[in-house]
């Protein structure tokens, strides 16, 4: 007889795949990297390490604060993530749910509409 | 096998929350919330929860984190020493919230085989994860389905009121 | 598993004024930004209109008898259900009325705050109707969402961001100990529905679950120990806000604590009174010591808020019929006081720009009607007969005294004395010191209507409150039979 926990190391399996895709993409990235700081000649001298012609060298930091415009973007894309997110479970069973579903997603779309094209309206969707 | 994947999650989990809340530079606690974010859908894999994982992966980690890391940004934080003074009250929480656990755990004796899903793998094989949560949320579930529409509506308006409004003050005046 | 979802039309009739006031509310919105350099009183009273209307309905329907549950036992529309959705509408439609003149200084974004009160007022009304705890959850977050955009409204203002703030994180803290104790009940019982729980055995994890769930109401209704946002936030809001803050949401999360409590929690009435009867000590002390120290009109009516929510859950205490009949009346009498004092506040407030109490000095002179309207208002928030708050409190003590709870009745009986004391404080400020500027202060029609209502309703209430406490009774009919269950639970019957 199996037990619970066979059944779901059987399930796990399944996933052995994706397990590997993950190593082999952590791989070529370690494994470049190592690669080439291993091969590459290494002769540091001071004026080889200053900044030369193209470039100069950098007067302030680099994490400069965002504005805030950013974040209204960012925010309704969560929102409108959200809302896709919805729609998936509702196509995959849509040929069950039948006229009443459409009519239940087409009332949450409607409130999507209505608060998008109030975005719109006041400019949120601009970027000045 | 499976115990040792479940550890593996549970293990990450723990030690990237902490990470969260004790790293001193937000943009690190943000990157690892991240790595958290995907052991978490790790876990639901295990627990024979594809879409909560796929969810899990593409609204916290692909657009949640993108807000956190905004909001980072936005404020310009460094290092943050401010917010690092409270250890005693959070000992002393963590402390109610580890007695709480513990009362939870020896109430009932613990079967790891029971927390996974894995006693009625046939279901969610034979319909299709997605599929199941598509019925049930679209009709049992129908009415939080609606009212959650409404929650992102007043999100939205919200969003647009509490930032446009600082621009346009800052503009007229 | 399959499809299962049957919705007729006679289903959709119990959603009437739920869908009504949604379609209403789209319909502002779209009038809103659709019409440029439509004057924003056209959007209050469009909003008013729609209130009312939705207000009737419930009305009709409270008259018919309508009930119903839809949407397997989630969604549940009762005389109890009924009877919090008209206490929210009417809060609603006063408050929308009292912002009309505030909303004035507002430079931008005007039409929205109508819509975002309405859109509050319906999470509270889907609150009301709450049966099971995921639409607890979803309907919680739902009313509370347009409260922090509503709260930190004032982008100008520092204390009005800071209360947003505040609320915001501790709002959200509550969510999520909601949400951990759900998660905690559905494990130990398996179910979400109230009605589904009545009969689980107790455990750990059930009584872990409910008290991190009273925790998030208790945030909600402000009862002490978890009311630390409310006098910051208070404070900072717009003054409409924190009236709207004051009175609805604490109607809404009652109805919700007590279906939790009579209905999922009924077998185990003898370890959740203890729990409300250290609630309702700690809230009315703390409240009402606090109170006297208030130098602001806002934070007093704060701190004498957690008192009044102190009372209220006396009747939790009790936990019987009575109990929850002297709740809603409280609540009711409650709701005209308060609004009523917060109307006077606003009048003020919009004239003098100032909230603090040493400007009340000499209102008297100032504006008669005001001072004696806001009077009037105190007197019944302190309970002085034939005021409606002396009938509130005379109900409440009468379900303590039959369940016998005389500690509860004796700490209730010191704090009205106490409480007598600063809103005396006030009384006196107005009528015998002398104002610092004598100019007159006018008060616009429609925070007229508000405060012409509130007094109407605490005069009523007061002297020929009968229809009322019929209705009340009549509401909570469903609990009468809440002690049997708790003495077919206890076959000793040591419950009490």
């Given amino acids: 007889m199996e037990t619970g926990l066979d059944l779901l190391t059987a399930y796990l399996t399944r996933y052995a795949p994706i397990l590997l895709f993950i190593l082999l993409a952590l791989a070529f990235g370690v494994v470049t990297l190592a690669l080439s700081y291993l091969v590459q000649p290494k002769y540091p001298e001071a004026e080889k390490l200053s900044a030369y012609e193209c470039g100069s060298e950098p007067f302030s930091d680099s994490r400069i604060p965002f504005p805030v415009r950013y974040y209204v973007i960012a925010m309704l894309f969560v929102i409108f993530d959200i809302e896709v997110i919805f729609l998936y479970p509702w196509a995959v069973t849509f040929d069950q749910l039948g006229l009443i579903g459409l009519i239940e997603m087409m009332i949450f779309i409607g409130l999507f509409v209505v608060a998008y094209i109030y975005a719109w309206r006041k400019g949120a969707l601009e970027w000045d | 096998m499976a115990n040792l994947i479940f550890f593996y999650f549970a293990g990450i989990i723990v030690l990237t929350a902490t990470l969260v809340v004790a790293l001193r530079n937000p943009v690190y606690s943000a990157l690892s919330l991240l790595v958290m974010f995907f052991h978490v859908a790790g876990l639901y894999v295990t627990l024979h929860a594809e879409f909560l994982a796929a969810i899990q992966i593409i609204i916290y980690a692909g657009a949640i984190l993108v807000l956190y890391l905004f909001v980072v940004m936005l404020l310009n934080l460094k290092r943050e020493e401010r917010f690092h003074q409270q250890t005693l009250t959070a000992a002393l929480l963590g402390l109610v919230l580890f007695g709480e656990a513990v009362l939870l755990l020896a109430s009932r004796p613990l079967r790891l085989s029971s927390m996974s899903a894995s006693s009625e793998p046939n279901v969610a094989s034979a319909v299709g994860n997605t599929e199941s949560i598509g019925e049930l949320l679209y009709s049992t579930y129908l009415f939080p389905f609606e009212v959650a529409s409404l929650i992102l509506l007043v999100a939205m308006i919200g969003a647009v009121i509490l930032s446009k409004k600082g621009l346009l003050e800052s503009k007229s005046s | ?496």
């Fill in chain 3, 1 to 496: 598993m399959t499809f299962d979802l049957v919705l007729s039309g006679s289903d959709l009739l119990l959603l009437a004024p739920e869908i009504f006031l949604t379609v209403w509310l789209c319909v502002v919105l779209a009038i809103d930004f659709s019409i440029k350099n439509l004057d924003h009183e056209n959007i209050a009273y469009l909003s008013v209109g729609g209130v009312i209307a939705t207000l009737l309905n419930l009305l009709w329907f409270d008259y018919l008898g309508v009930t119903g549950t839809l949407f397997h036992d989630m969604f549940v529309l009762d005389r109890l259900a009924i009877f919090f959705k008209i206490f929210v509408l009417l809060s609603t439609v006063l408050v929308i009325l009292s912002s009309i003149d505030y909303v004035k200084s507002f430079r931008f974004f005007r039409g929205e705050y109508y819509f975002l009160v309405m859109m509050s007022a319906l999470g509270m009304m889907f609150m009301a109707s709450a049966h099971d705890l995921l639409s607890v959850f979803v309907t919680l977050e739902f009313s509370t969402f347009g409260f922090y955009v509503l709260v930190a409204y004032l982008r100008d203002d520092v204390k009005s961001n800071e209360a947003g703030l505040k609320f915001f994180i501790l709002g959200v803290f509550a969510a999520g100990l909601l949400a951990y104790g759900v998660s905690l009940v559905y494990g130990e019982t398996g179910t979400l529905v109230f009605s589904e729980m009545a009969h689980t055995p107790g455990s750990y994890g059930l009584a872990i679950g409910f008290l991190m769930i009273f925790a998030a109401l208790g945030f909600k209704i402000g009862a002490v120990p978890f009311h630390s946002w409310i006098p910051d936030t208070y404070h900072g809001a717009p003054t409409p806000v924190t009236a709207f803050l004051s009175i609805a949401p604490k109607g809404a999360a009652m109805a919700i604590l007590i279906r939790m409590f009579y209905v999922a929690l009924a077998a185990f009435k003898p370890t959740w009174v203890l729990l409300f009867v250290v609630a309702s000590i700690l809230s009315m002390t703390y409240g009402n010591i606090v109170a006297i120290a208030q130098k602001n009109i806002k934070r007093l009516l704060a701190y004498s808020g957690i008192a009044q929510i102190g009372n209220v859950l006396i009747g939790l205490a009790a936990g019987t019929k009575r109990g929850s009949d002297a709740i809603l009346f409280y609540l009711l009498t409650y709701l005209f006081a308060n609004l009523g004092a917060f109307a006077v506040v606003i009048g003020v407030g919009n004239l003098i720009k100032s909230d603090e109490i040493e400007d009340y000095n000499g209102l008297n002179r100032r504006s008669p009607f005001l001072a004696a309207a806001m009077l009037i208002f105190l007197l019944s928030l302190a309970g002085v007969p034939p005021l409606a708050g002396f009938i509130g409190k005379l109900y409440i003590f009468v379900a303590a005294i039959d369940q016998e709870l005389y500690t509860l009745l004796a700490v209730g009986l010191i704090n009205i004395i106490i409480s007598m004391y600063y809103y005396l404080v006030v009384v006196k400020k107005m009528y015998i010191n002398e104002p610092v500027d004598p100019s007159p202060i006018r008060v616009s029609i429609p925070i007229k209507t508000v405060i012409y209502v509130g007094l109407a309703g605490t005069l009523i209430l007061g002297i020929y409150p009968r229809p009322f406490i019929e209705w009340v009774v009549a509401a909570t009919l469903m609990f009468s039979n809440v002690t049997d269950m708790v003495a077919a639970a206890l076959p000793h019957g040591s419950g009490g």
